[in-house]
């Protein structure tokens, strides 16, 4: 482009094709699923060639996570979601991949969700977790299956169901995380009803043991008696089989709610990091434990870890054991411990209580996935890429899965560290799980068989200088002589971004507008992630306003290389994304339509209403009752009366994250001062859509909207009747 450089895209081999060999149920059920994805939107061909994917078939499209690889490296486990449309769920299926044979399994096939799942140390046994219940009551709760029994048996029936687990290093037992349990607030709420005192009621997590083998056998006892005859001691929550001995904590104090936890590779000990409540607010207070447990798996001797006063405030989650079980890796974040800040990684001495940080030179923000014999696996976003590399305790970096239009994520690896299962997408081929190199799932081969729009890399100046950095979205005939209508879909966050993958975006239905005659402009505005902690910074105080420059700039940029019309421009965004296309509405009249997805309209309402408080504060400098005029400044309902530009508003009534006022805020000002607008709320939504038709319902509303608007189509379509 003339005033920008287009990044070409990486031309990278094809991937092998994944699994030769599966089981008859797996195999049905790819099938099964290909099909549904083909027959959706009718024929793949369209006018002779090939056809993008419909609305439908893209709110279908599978999805993976939960990727977990045995301690072997022979054996992988992962999370399949599915769309059950005619239950209005997603559906979680745990699958296993067998690398000697190209085995692929499917362990959960009901319609009931499962996932994390977790070998245990010798690749015997899988764990996962499954809801049980009846459909108002579900809780999660354990399973483990062995290679001789054909379904996973049910070992806790823990009341509130149970969150992150750890199988302990022998494999006897299972570490697990769940509520504590509080049976004076269940006898209130039988006297008095049910009300909550703030910020004092909540449901503290703290750590439980439970012996597999124990619990397996006590269940297949159950099992083989009259279901009459069993023991009627389980929570109701359980299915047949459950344990119904109560949990024993391994872990309890009052005065701590424990987030994360690694136990050390002799079992001896277990490191805990906890805040003192789950409020949001406390999360700035939250330390590192040390629970000798050589005594056996509910033994109790609590050390604090006294950490250099440089930390205090600043510890995050992450905790490992060194293979050799003498020293901790913890991350913390640095600075002055603003959420956008760097974070690095700390070393823990156990015999001297001493600690080091490692210096590694990567200047962006660190996940560790485990330490292992060959050291510290992390993930980290560079730029559109995302990698996964090894780090030694000299602070050298040895690549795993990195390369230009890499997007990698979600790892899990070998005791050795020199094998890894994960999550990879590039600039030609959308997510699919990989073990070192190979992929093993379909959705790569599905999209081969659709037209798909083609993204490149695009950067341009803001005004204040700022290199910002976005994907643009063309159609695989993109004439560069011809102007297109141009529409910009803007990622949340702010600290994510967006990619140059092939699309899987269940919100915006970007395929369609590309098969419609628009092209689309993804920008990774300041404040996105992969581009070092000064640009994570730049909107500090700076919401809103910096953000909105980043995005116009964007559309001059590309109005001026003569590739889009600066007439027929829209924007649309959700959570962040929906706060900035607030203020695209309010602050100018650039656009032809907008849509806003979950935004934030006024920063006061936001911060007196979210379950993060702290995030405003961070991003904005302080509380609105001592800078309100950063809170004025950066709010969208500031500009209302300026506002012009037709606006959809979309939000869950559920939402805690960007409670619905935002939503009737802005609404309600865009009415008063004679803007068409229309609010959509949606009943029973949180923060995102987690229903397939939720999902359907968002994208075809943003679909006729922006094609009303800007191609005066008729709305007809918007009302979904």
């Not at 030179?361 to 660190?366: A, P, R, S, T």
């Amino acid at each position: 482009m003339a005033t920008g450089r287009v990044t070409a895209a990486v031309n990278e081999a094809n991937e092998a094709s994944g699994a030769t060999c599966e089981t008859a149920a797996a195999m049905t059920a790819v099938v099964v699923a290909v099909a549904q994805l083909s027959c959706l939107g009718g024929l793949l061909m369209k006018d002779g060639q090939l056809s993008y994917f419909s609305i439908e078939e893209m709110v279908a499209l599978p999805g993976y996570s939960g990727v977990n690889l045995s301690a072997d490296g022979l054996r992988v486990a992962y999370v399949e979601r599915m769309a059950d449309w005619d239950e209005n769920q997603y559906v979680d299926r745990v699958w296993t991949y067998d690398i000697t044979s190209k085995e692929r399994t499917l362990v959960t096939s009901d319609g009931i969700g499962s996932g994390q799942p977790q070998w245990s140390p010798d690749g015997t046994q899988l764990a996962y977790i499954r809801f049980v219940g009846s459909s108002q009551n579900r809780e999660s709760q354990l399973f483990v299956k062995s290679p001789e029994q054909s379904a996973g048996i049910q070992i806790t029936s823990t009341k509130g169901g149970i969150g992150r687990y750890r199988w302990s290093p022998d494999g006897n037992g299972i570490y697990y995380l769940a509520d504590v349990q509080n049976t004076a607030m269940d006898e209130r709420k039988k006297q008095y009803g049910d009300f909550e005192y703030v910020d004092v009621d909540y449901s503290r997590k703290t750590l439980y043991y439970v012996a597999v083998g124990e619990a397996i056998r006590e269940a297949q006892a159950r099992y083989a008696m009259p279901k009459d005859l069993r023991s009627t001691d389980d929570d109701e929550s359980s299915d047949a089989g459950a344990e119904v001995k109560k949990p024993v904590p391994c872990f309890d104090r009052t005065d701590v709610h424990v987030q994360e936890f690694d136990i050390s590779p002799d079992g001896k000990r277990i490191a805990v990091c906890g805040a003192p409540s789950p409020n949001f607010e406390d999360f700035d207070k939250s330390a590192l434990y040390l629970v000798d447990i050589s005594g056996g798996g509910t033994s109790e001797k609590v050390k604090d870890l006294s950490l250099p006063e440089s930390f205090y405030g600043r510890v995050e989650g992450q905790v490992h054991f060194a293979p050799s079980g003498n020293r901790l890796a913890f991350t913390y974040r640095v600075g002055d411990g603003k959420m956008f800040r760097n974070n690095a990684i700390a070393v823990y001495d156990i015999a001297t209580a001493s600690t080091q940080t490692l210096v590694t030179g990567i200047d962006e923000q660190l996940s560790v996935v485990a330490w292992t014999e060959g050291g510290l696996v992390v993930e980290w976003q560079d730029g559109t890429n995302r990698r996964i590399e090894r780090i030694d305790e000299n602070g050298n970096v040895t690549p795993m899965v990195t390369g230009n239009g890499v997007m990698a994520y979600a790892s899990s690896v070998s005791r050795q560290g020199t094998s890894a299962a994960y999550i990879k997408a590039t600039m030609e081929s959308p997510t699919d799980v990989y073990v070192d190199g190979e992929r093993i799932t379909d959705l790569g081969n599905v999209f081969g068989n659709r037209r798909v729009s083609r993204r490149q890399l695009v950067e341009w100046n803001s005004r204040d200088g700022s290199r910002i950095e976005g994907v643009l979205c063309v159609p695989d005939d993109f004439d560069a002589s011809k102007r297109y209508p141009l529409l910009l879909v803007i990622h949340g966050g702010p600290t994510w971004a967006s990619f140059p993958s092939p699309t899987q975006d269940k919100y915006y239905p970007i395929e369609q507008f590309i098969d419609r005659g628009f092209i689309v402009l993804l920008p990774n505005y300041r404040g996105s992630s992969g581009y070092g902690e000064a640009f994570r910074s730049l909107n500090e105080k700076n919401l809103g306003i910096g953000d909105y420059e980043d995005v116009v700039s964007g559309v001059e940029f590309l109005v001026e290389a003569g590739y889009a019309d600066g007439d027929r421009v829209g924007v649309m965004g959700w959570s962040q994304g929906g706060y900035i296309s607030a203020f695209c509405t309010t602050f100018s009249r650039r656009f032809k339509a907008v849509s806003v997805g979950a935004g934030i309209s006024n920063w006061v309402t936001y911060y007196v209403n979210t379950d993060i408080h702290p995030f405003t504060r961070h991003y904005l400098g302080d509380n609105p009752w001592n800078d309100m005029e950063v809170y004025r400044d950066t709010s969208p309902m500031t500009y209302i009366k300026q506002a012009g530009t037709p606006t959809l508003i979309q939000h869950g009534d559920k939402d805690n994250r960007v409670p619905l006022p935002n939503a009737f805020e802005l609404y309600q000002g865009l009415r008063d001062v004679g803007v068409q607008t229309q609010l959509v709320v949606f009943k029973g939504m949180p923060h995102g859509s987690d229903k397939p038709g939720w999902n359907r319902a968002i994208m075809h509303q943003n679909y006729a909207w922006f094609c009303h608007h800007i191609l005066s189509d008729p709305l007809d379509a918007f009302w979904l009747k």
